[in-house]
């Protein structure tokens, strides 16, 4: 024994002074960026999850959390969210980078991807639809006779459209396999037919994020495959156990989520049912918060989860906030680092750098204690510059000099100098010039640079509109120092549908103004998606792309659903007893997006029916047709001028009432100019009579007529009621004709503008216009009205019929900065404009004078109008210097419900 202990002595004293080298050698693993550069990271670095929690507008802090996350090298190789978490991360996975996901933030119109209701952007409408739309109330989709009560007040379409497009955007493109993002990534559900957590890691990453973002009753669920899909937040708003239960990893939960109520907000019924899902969900939130390694909890305080707007204070805490946890995250990775290098827990003495190398000098500034360091340290020192600095390669070892001092060297492995960066597109080299992007050019060639460039190749293409262009391979060859890049033109080879649909393919493809061969332009992927939610058929569908045999497949999931409509309006003002709008509908008859409807209007003074059947398009054209048959009545009264009097006044009388029946047929076709307008040739049999109710027998008329009508309608309205821009026109041009049995024949031209020009963001100006001439065989039932609200203030309801009409008006709208309940206006305007029986009775002293002022609502039932109005005559000719003013009347007028 005392023999083998001497030899171990020996040997040790031999290897002290002879073997003087010591290799400190680290383990690696190759990573592989989607983009197919590999580069090797210290296998004992520990992975590190994001557990990205829900939140609402809350969740906005979480990305310039990941900023400071970032500025302190530390970046996620897995990325679980929930909801507004499921955002963040994924678009962060897709590519984004965090200055690009700030200014989405900004850019992105919130407001209306979270409205109540399912309302179109009226401008992704044909006219017909704008006015179909305009005048409902609410709707329904029936079930045969049975009404399908909506489960949520918002469809989710225009945020699946939104994360569509962001996803073709993205530097990364449209991938199927969440792993081959740029981080993985997982999409945190809930399960509603088993109450479990589901989570999605594959498939398409705008319906994933779509799904875990359903917020309950307020998005709509979402069908997939054979589950149907809810808000995550609903079992695990703070995904940390997810995490935990991908990878072993460190997991950093950062934590957005809404405090509950305060106790005076309780007495609304909305508000407390929140709180009951809220409780429940705060109790597991905690349980979660306690799983993660780190915890990051942004200072926000009472921030409402719908409120999409001032991201700043957002941005401030989330940085704030991810500042403090990367220092807390960095000591964890330093406790694990630690405890995986224990078997190197050995001391040095007597240790010096190397003077010839700038790297080791730093490290034993870092981790030298009383001129002695321990090997531990070193390791933990080489494994962050390793994964800091992006070489090939790090060789260090401790070596003997002349005096017998031990010398730590540093030697990193750079890869070869890039001499030229070739870039090919389907084959064929490409150049092109972009300032943006940072030559590679002259340097060592470096994976994160690389990829860098990459990313701007692709956005520059992107910024061009090219939606599919991706990377096919990259190589560097360190012999040549060509750095190449292959890449796909990203041409159209397929254009495929899938999902639940029985409509013919024209219906949707027609609505894609894209082709086999084409490139993906997305401002027109934008365009295919809106003009496909604005047909109203589909839900839920998202487009993806499949990469097979090296074409570009493009493949829409489509869900239709189902046709049959019921939408209700109703009106009620100071003139008429109740109205109600009813319109029943199958808005894909035979599945050929066709419609077949039967519209009724009930109310005790006009009723109405009419039955259509119409199409917006026609196959793959833009013309488009109508066939309609109609029966209306409707009571109108008669007034007379009242004796003056002595005074500067005069007043109106109601004298008599008659009823206005119109019943035939009507059959148009035209074409559709965009979707802002359409012209149109009319054909028209009509049955008109007047009948005597009272003190009208002057009025009678029984006879048929026969019409041919040419009209334009241009629409550019941003909104309907209150538009703030746009123009609505109509010009139209009749003739009656002798055609079976009608014998009365005229000519008529009318034209009716109304501009809404925008002032400021809250003044609007509304300029208005309305002429119409006709010869003196046109019928009283086919005859121009003025007066009312809505055509001219101090007059009353159809108060003048006549066959020449003239009216100008100019109207001023301010919207109050306070709601009274809800969007308030402020109106005043001013008309001028009159009636006459004959052309050659047109004289400019017979001019109307108007004035009114209103306060109008914006409410959920369509607008509510309340207004005062006067009008006035000069009695002496304008031109001419004018005169005494004679006043008439001041009627009240109140309008509640949708005008039609």
């Not at 001391?347 to 034993?364: H, Q, S």
């Not at 939606?467 to 990259?474: D, E, G, M, R």
């Not at 041409?491 to 409509?503: A, D, F, Q, Y």
């Not at 001419?880 to 109140?894: C, E, K, R």
């Amino acid at each position: 024994m005392k023999t083998i202990l001497i030899s171990i002595l020996f040997y040790v004293s031999l290897y002290s002074q002879y073997n003087d080298t010591l290799y400190l050698t680290l383990d690696h693993n190759e990573v592989t960026h989607p983009f197919g550069i590999k580069y090797r990271q210290p296998s004992l670095y520990p992975n590190i999850s994001y557990a990205l929690s829900g939140g609402g507008a809350r969740g906005i802090a979480q990305i310039d959390v990941l900023r400071a996350l970032e500025e302190n090298g530390i970046y996620p190789n897995t990325i679980v969210g929930t909801s507004i978490g499921s955002i963040v991360g994924g678009l962060y996975s897709l590519g984004y980078s965090v200055d690009e996901l700030d200014s989405l933030a900004d850019i992105i119109d919130w407001n209306s991807i979270i409205s109540i209701g399912s309302r179109e952007n009226r401008n992704n409408l044909y006219i017909d639809q704008k006015i179909t739309e305009d005048r409902a109330v609410f709707s329904l989709r029936l079930d045969g006779f049975t009404p399908i009560i909506p489960n949520s007040i918002n469809d989710g379409q225009k945020l699946l459209n939104q994360l569509n497009l962001l996803s073709f955007q993205s530097p990364i493109g449209v991938k199927n396999d969440f792993d081959e993002l740029e981080y993985k990534f997982r999409a945190v559900c809930t399960d509603l037919t088993t109450g479990e957590p589901f989570v999605i890691k594959e498939g398409s990453i705008p319906r994933a994020i779509r799904a875990s973002s359903s917020v309950s009753f307020f998005l709509s669920p979402v069908e997939y495959d054979s589950t149907l899909l809810a808000d995550g937040g609903l079992v695990a708003n703070i995904p940390v156990s997810i995490a935990k239960s991908l990878s072993n990893s460190l997991v950093l939960a950062v934590n957005s989520t809404s405090p509950l109520q305060p106790k005076d907000l309780l007495k609304y019924p909305w508000v407390l049912a929140d709180q009951f899902v809220s409780i429940p969900m705060k109790k597991l939130n905690e349980k979660e918060a306690e799983l993660a390694d780190v915890l990051v909890t942004p200072v926000i305080g009472n921030k409402n989860s719908g409120d999409f707007t001032g991201f700043d204070s957002l941005i401030d805490e989330g940085y704030r906030a991810g500042k403090i946890a990367a220092a807390e995250l960095i000591q964890k990775i330093d406790h694990l680092l630690t405890q995986s290098l224990n078997e190197k827990d050995t001391v040095i003495e007597n240790i010096f750098p190397d003077p010839a190398c700038k790297y080791a000098a730093g490290i034993l500034a870092n981790t030298i204690r009383n001129g002695r360091v321990n090997l531990r340290d070193v390791y933990k020192e080489l494994i962050h510059l390793e994964k800091k600095a992006g070489f090939k390669e790090i060789r260090a070892f401790i070596t003997k000099d002349e005096f017998s001092r031990n010398v730590l060297k540093v030697e990193p492995i750079e890869y070869g100098f890039v001499t030229r960066v070739k870039i090919k597109i389907d084959g064929v080299d490409t150049t092109f010039a972009d300032t943006s992007l940072i030559p590679i050019t002259g340097e060592n060639f470096s994976p994160q640079r690389a990829i860098n460039y990459i990313k701007g190749v692709i956005k520059y293409f992107r910024r061009e509109g090219n939606a599919l262009f991706s990377l096919v391979s990259s190589s560097f060859d360190e012999n040549t120092g060509v750095f190449l890049m292959n890449f796909d033109g990203g041409r159209i080879s397929e254009i495929v549908i899938t999902g639940h649909v029985k409509s013919n393919p024209t219906v949707i493809l027609r609505e894609l103004p894209v082709d086999r061969g084409e490139m993906l332009d997305l401002d027109k992927l934008k365009s295919g998606l809106d003009n496909l939610y604005s047909t109203g058929l589909f839900e839920n569908f998202t487009i993806n792309v499949i990469k097979r045999d090296n074409k570009n497949i493009l493949e829409m999931e489509v869900n239709e659903k189902i046709s049959q409509i019921a939408r209700l309006g109703f009106k009620v003002d100071n003139e008429n007893a109740p109205q109600v709008n009813v319109d029943i509908r199958d808005a894909n008859i035979f599945s050929s997006g066709s419609e077949l409807g039967l519209i009724m209007f009930l109310s005790p003074r006009k009723i109405s029916g009419e039955i259509e059947s119409r199409s917006n398009r026609i196959f793959n054209t833009y013309l488009t047709y109508k066939l309609g048959f109609h029966y209306s009545h409707r009571d109108i009264f008669t007034y007379i001028d009242d004796p003056r009097g002595t005074g500067n006044f005069y007043t109106k009388t109601r004298f008599g009432e008659y009823r206005q029946t119109l019943a035939g047929a009507s059959f148009w076709m035209g074409t559709q100019v965009g979707r802002f307008g359409n012209i149109i040739a009319k054909a028209k049999y009509e049955l008109n009579r007047i009948e005597n109710i009272t003190a009208s027998e002057g009025l009678l008329y029984d006879a048929p007529i026969f019409s041919l009508n040419l009209s334009t309608t241009i629409d550019t309205k941003n909104k309907y009621p209150y538009s703030t821009e746009g123009i609505l026109f109509n010009g139209f041009y009749e003739t009656g004709l002798s055609f079976l049995s009608a014998e009365t024949g005229y000519t008529n031209f009318g034209a009716k503008l109304d501009a809404f020009i925008p002032i400021s963001s809250s003044i609007t100006v509304i300029a208005s216009g309305e002429i119409g001439f006709a010869d003196q065989t046109l019928p009283l039932t086919q005859q121009y009205s003025l007066g009312g609200l809505r055509s001219f203030y101090g007059m009353y309801q159809d108060e003048i019929r006549g066959r020449q009409l003239l009216k100008l008006g100019l109207e001023y709208r301010y919207q109050l900065p306070f709601k009274i309940f809800f969007d308030t206006y402020l109106n005043a305007g001013y008309n001028i404009g009159s009636m006459w029986e004959k052309e050659e009775k047109i004289k400019i002293k017979d001019l109307r004078h108007s004035i009114g002022i209103g306060i109008s609502f914006d409410t959920p039932i369509g607008p509510a109008d309340f207004a005062l109005g006067r009008s006035f005559l000069l009695e002496k000719d304008i031109l001419i210097g004018g005169g005494p003013v004679t006043w008439g009347p001041v009627i009240f007028y109140f309008s509640i419900g949708y005008y039609y």
